[in-house]
């Protein structure tokens, strides 16, 4: 059977839009019976887990926001919420390094769709307890400009209305900025963007129409990233996937192209689409800690990218509406939760590990468990490469991913995102089919491929991906403990295997891994 892996569309900013090409990247086909299904785990604490030590309870910031300074700190600049762009008009007559303290109220810009603060270097923004600075539904911007060094802190920021992969904070995607127990909820677009060494941590990202942050800069040069003990909740309420299908540009957070991240300690929770997604040539992630639940679609995606870390997750009820939504439509691609897709390790790409690592995580009651994938015709300078501009982080010119150069070594493995080095170990697998409302469709983990077909001159023809990354790229499960009735997917889609299949040959997995399929919860 084949597998086509679905389309992708990069998640860039507007002002990028013209140095890329469209159509040029990837992601998921929305499901065309997709409705909201609430999370019944939203408002739960952390469960107790005898294997490893899953993330604890999760991180309450959007109901429970910390207060700023109730009064103005020495030497800042009072902003008056009756005076309408009264923030816009002090930060342009202030020189860098001044700190703003946001009275009490709702403060405004002017009508004008651009009218924004156009951040100093170093300036600095607190607000006080119930500060809140509203676009109104007109303006598009918040903070804007390319100083670096900005904090914001202690404010409500809503009622943007940025475009489609433009982003309301920091808009213009400045280096080192820190956004600390911070509100950005409500608005259009990407109620974040990020650049190099930015730091969010404590905050809220609420209710945002496309991303709560969209982790793109223009030049691919975003390093140093840190999002710590955020709450990241409901986001895509614009229905992106449902609007343009395929485009591939929703997620609680996406991440683009990012070299070094830290993604520790946050509650990532039902959001309309994917929880978190890196998507194409992110390297030397750690996601650590955190809470991912009853999110549509997947919980984690790691796609054509490198070199990560996910421990001591606890990740459960994820993936119930789009997981649902395929099998209804009889497609059996095993979509899952944390979905690893052209992506692996590379020791030649430097990073705090040189595989994928997913140990001492809590997997409950998703629709499916952990998937490894790789559509053979996906490779550099092929039709099938929706990252139509990208190549792999091993070979620089795309144009070098050619016959007859391509057929021999070293591009015939450099031309291609590999799932390879993959170690799943040490993880707890829970699934009650009852609490998911499925049959048989909702419990697998997978590594495969299909076979290889496109363009006529691919050296990756017929089964041969398929075989690699089943039995050649040391792919590993081992020492997990399952509870609940597992089926497992080797090679292609149509292999259905019991746990004593999947541990013989030729596949050899989950060698010291325990199996209790009558245990559901």
């Not at 691919?220 to 449902?242: A, K, M, P």
């Not at 996406?254 to 070094?260: L, R, S």
């Amino acid at each position: 059977m084949v597998f086509e892996r679905r389309r992708w569309a990069l998640p860039v900013a507007a002002l990028a839009l013209a140095l890329v090409a469209a159509g040029c990247t990837s992601a998921p086909d929305a499901p065309a019976k997709a409705g909201r299904t609430p999370s019944a785990s939203g408002a739960s604490g952390a469960p107790g887990v005898s294997a490893g030590a899953p993330a604890g309870a999760p991180a309450r910031v959007c109901d429970k926001p910390a207060a700023g300074p109730s009064k103005a700190p020495a030497g800042a600049v009072t902003v008056d919420p009756a005076v309408v762009g009264d923030l816009v008009t002090k930060t342009e007559n202030s020189p860098p390094h001044t700190t703003f303290w946001l009275r009490p109220g709702t403060h405004r810009f002017a009508s004008d769709p651009y009218a924004q603060v156009e951040a100093k270097e170093g300036n600095r923004y607190l607000g006080a307890p119930g500060a809140v600075l509203d676009g109104r539904r007109t303006n598009q911007y918040a903070f804007g400009g390319t100083a670096t060094g900005v904090s914001i802190r202690y404010l409500t920021v809503q009622g943007f209305v940025a475009p489609r992969d433009e982003g309301v904070v920091n808009h213009d995607m400045a280096d080192g900025w820190v956004v600390e127990h911070t509100t950005i909820q409500h608005n259009a677009g990407a109620g974040l963007m990020a650049g190099a060494r930015q730091r969010l941590a404590a905050s809220c990202l609420r209710a945002n129409g496309q991303y709560g942050m969209n982790a793109y800069k223009t030049g691919d040069s975003i390093r140093g990233l840190v999002v710590e003990g955020n709450e990241i909740t409901g986001n895509n309420t614009d229905d992106w996937e449902r609007r343009q299908p395929g485009c591939g540009c929703t997620a609680g957070i996406k991440f683009w192209a990012v070299d070094g991240a830290d993604i520790r300690g946050n509650w990532v929770h039902d959001n309309r689409g994917a929880g978190l997604w890196a998507d194409t040539n992110n390297n030397d992630f750690l996601f650590e800690d955190n809470v991912l639940e009853g999110n549509d679609g997947a919980a984690l995606m790691y796609e054509t990218s490198y070199n990560a870390v996910v421990r001591n997750n606890t990740i459960r009820r994820n993936n119930w509406v789009e997981g649902r939504a395929s099998a209804e439509d009889g497609d059996d691609f095993p979509y899952a939760t944390v979905y690893v897709s052209e992506s692996g390790g590379e020791p030649r790409v430097p990073a705090r590990t040189d595989g994928i690592e997913i140990y001492r995580n809590l997997l409950e009651d998703n629709w499916n468990g952990i998937t490894l994938w790789e559509n053979a015709d996906r490779f550099c300078n092929s039709p099938a490469n929706t990252s139509s501009d990208y190549c792999t982080l091993l070979v620089k010119e795309t144009g070098r991913c050619a016959p007859p150069a391509i057929a021999r070594a070293p591009l015939y493995a450099d031309c291609r995102w590999k799932t390879q080095r993959v170690d799943i170990h040490d993880n707890r697998f829970v699934l009650d089919p009852s609490v998911v409302g499925c049959a048989r469709e909702c419990g697998r983990m997978a590594v495969l491929s299909h076979p290889g077909g496109s363009p006529d001159w691919s050296p990756y023809r017929g089964d041969r991906v398929a075989r690699a990354i089943t039995l050649e790229q040391r792919n590993r499960w081992h020492d997990n403990a399952y509870r609940g009735p597992w089926t497992f997917t080797a090679q292609d889609g149509s292999r259905r295997l019991d746990s004593g299949q999947w541990r013989g040959a030729p596949f050899r997995q989950d060698a010291g891994s325990t199996f209790a399929p009558r245990a559901g919860g």
